[in-house]
């Protein structure tokens, strides 16, 4: 079946320290690729998505691009802030018969003024 | 536009009862998703509503069950706890269903205890 693999942390960073989360995938079909970020006592919120391949996802200066050639879709920030500490979490739709998210173990960052 | 409700937000049951979690999409969304997310088994999905029809199911056994209403709101039923069903149950709604692309907008989870 479907599945997502991701670094797992937890990792610390210096604030505006470069990110990079890595994300790989496998799918038998064309999946639709998300980072979904969780913010301690809160629920999952969508950071970024990718519904095809070449597909750049980006928000909030995060960015993550999809890749079938390698199957991936790592995380990216090029200067994170104490407020980006949370955890980050790769996931996949399989864009047929229901919204079902298969998700990544998670990352916990933490980000140090 | 309020976001989506769980009720309650924490549950502590001893083993063996059954328990009831409620989840309120957000106005004009149609599916609900559930999801149990653990430390040990990370996020899992459970069940998808559309319609008042169960879309998908995940790889859990049968004491877990649920239904969607007319008004598209849910609820998850655990019946026979055990002690591993101790997890944040996470609900979220999107607005369609079956294409992949929508995005779901999860509530804040019911904190389940089993002792």
């Known amino acids: 079946g479907d599945s997502v693999t991701q670094m797992e942390g937890p990792v610390t960073l210096s604030e505006e320290a470069f990110l990079t989360i890595n994300c790989t995938y496998t799918?038998?079909?064309?999946?639709?690729l998300f980072w979904y970020v969780q913010y301690p006592g809160e629920g999952l919120q969508l950071l970024l998505k990718a519904t095809k391949a070449d597909d750049k996802g980006s928000n909030k200066g995060f960015e993550a691009t999809y890749r079938k050639e390698t199957t991936s879709f790592h995380l990216e920030k090029g200067s994170v802030q104490v407020s980006d500490s949370a955890v980050y979490f790769c996931?996949?739709?399989?864009?047929?018969?229901?919204?079902?998210?298969?998700f990544g173990k998670g990352m916990k960052l933490t980000v140090n003024p | 536009k309020a976001g989506v409700t769980q009720t309650p937000r924490y549950l502590i049951k001893t083993r063996g009862q059954q328990v009831t979690l409620s989840c309120s999409p957000i106005s004009g969304h149609r599916s609900v998703s559930w999801y149990q997310q653990t430390p040990g088994q990370g996020l899992q999905f459970l069940f998808e509503?559309?319609?008042?029809?169960?879309?998908n199911k995940g790889n859990f056994p049968g004491r877990f069950s649920g239904r969607q209403f007319s008004n598209s709101r849910s609820e998850m039923n655990v019946s026979t706890l055990e002690l591993g069903d101790s997890a944040l149950y996470l609900c979220?709604?999107?607005?369609?269903?079956?294409?992949?692309?929508?995005?779901?907008?999860f509530g804040p989870g019911t904190r389940l205890t089993v002792l």
């Open positions: 509503y559309f319609s008042e029809t169960q879309r």
């Open positions: 996931a996949l739709s399989d864009q047929g018969g229901s919204e079902k998210l298969v």
């Open positions: 979220a709604s999107s607005l369609l269903s079956g294409t992949g692309l929508n995005e779901q907008f």
């Open positions: 799918a038998t079909g064309y999946p639709s």
